[in-house]
């Protein structure tokens, strides 16, 4: 048998792998483990099993356990990226980044600009990200909008990572679903490497550890744990309908012109109610796959119950529809024309002023900003 302490780490999660116990973290069998020496990619088998099957075995690992990963990154001399996804920037906050980091310099890097239509001018993105971070006491010293999916600006960031790493480690944080991993993965391809290494997935805690990526220079790109952010939508959604929350292409905006007390339902996940105003234009951007449907705010409530789960998805099905939060209410009185921010889920821009209402599960956060489109 292997000796546990000689053997190589996951390449995929970061996990040390051992051969022992096919219950306990970062077991693979034996042969398994022997091959991938022989080619040069060792997996434990929860990878494997992700990788080409999309099964994902839950890890005994707490949030706490993915932020005591990130507590010795601040004892280090060292650069920091900062991976937020700018689709969900307030859901990919890090609360407390500043006291992990300690003084070392961030490079704020806003991943999946892929998603926002092209009219969107980009410098908009950039600034609000940029203001988002100050308004969490972050002074990141440069700032990159970039979509590792579209492989966009990748060899931008990686110059711009050598630039300012000058010869030191640099560590890669984000919360879960910010697309850290592909990210990563494009960047090992720019190095010379073609292969996908690292394991990706929509599923919150694929990477467990700390993953070293070579420079060449005895220094090291290091991969950490996504964060587990529970203010997202996505913490409430089965593995099946996690896949139809996080959009994989550009946003198609669809516009409602609504009078006061009408109602448009985001799929079962949430509800935003026009209350008072003028007759007015609400513009949503949130993914494709979920279905909008208006109604009449007298009989919103008992449309909710009646059509959860069916007509109204996702959730999809009697039971996730069971297991999903209560709704509960934010009223939102609406000045100018502003965007309203479902943290995980997209934004409903807002033309005129007047009175809304959005119903969320209660943990989501829901923000108003002024509008970027």
Not at 166 to 187: A, D, H, P, Q
Not at 228 to 237: A, E, F, G, N
Not at 246 to 263: D, H, I, R, V, Y
Not at 292 to 321: E, I, M, N, V, W
Request: glycine content about 8%; charged content about 20%.
């Amino acid at each position: 048998m292997t000796n546990k302490e000689t053997m190589e780490p996951c390449i995929g999660c970061g996990v040390q792998i051992q051969t022992s116990d096919p219950q306990g973290l970062g077991y693979t069998p034996e042969n398994a483990y022997q091959k991938g020496l022989e080619n040069g990619q060792v997996y434990c088998q929860r990878c494997f099993r992700l990788r080409n099957y999309n099964e994902l075995q839950a890890a005994p690992l707490t949030d706490g356990d993915f932020l005591n990963l990130l507590s010795s990154i601040g004892e280090t001399d060292a650069l920091v990226v900062y991976v937020l996804d700018v689709f969900d920037a307030y859901g990919s906050v890090i609360s407390g980044l500043k006291r992990f980091v300690g003084d070392n310099p961030i490079l704020l890097v806003g991943n999946k600009v892929d998603l926002f239509p092209k009219s969107i001018n980009k410098n908009k993105i950039k600034n609000w990200i940029e203001k988002l971070a100050k308004d969490y006491g972050l002074k990141p010293v440069d700032t990159l909008l970039v979509s590792g999916n579209k492989r966009y600006q990748i060899d931008l960031l990686l110059e711009t990572i050598e630039t300012l790493r000058k010869g030191k480690n640099v560590y890669v944080v984000g919360v879960t679903n910010v697309g850290k991993s592909t990210l990563i993965n494009r960047i090992i391809q720019s190095l010379g490497d073609d292969r996908e290494l690292i394991t990706t997935s929509q599923f919150p805690g694929t990477t467990l550890d700390q993953i070293y990526i070579p420079f060449g220079d005895g220094t090291y790109l290091i991969d950490t744990p996504g964060i587990i952010h529970r203010h997202q939508i996505t913490h409430y959604l089965s593995e099946k309908d996690v896949k139809k929350v996080l959009p994989q292409k550009e946003l198609q905006p669809k516009t409602f012109q609504l009078n006061a007390e009408q109602t448009i339902f985001i799929g079962a996940l949430a509800r935003v109610d026009y209350k008072q105003g003028q007759r007015n234009s609400f513009t949503f951007y949130t993914p494709h796959q979920i279905e909008l449907h208006r109604t009449k705010l007298a009989g919103a409530d008992d449309f909710y119950p009646k059509h959860k789960g069916d007509l109204l998805t996702p959730p999809s099905g009697s039971q996730a529809a069971e297991e999903y939060p209560q709704l509960v209410a934010s009223e939102f009185s609406i000045k100018e024309k502003s965007d309203i921010v479902i943290a995980g889920l997209g934004w409903v821009t807002i033309q005129n002023p007047g009175i809304v209402t959005v119903w969320t599960p209660k943990e989501v956060d829901v923000i108003v900003r002024k509008s970027i489109v």
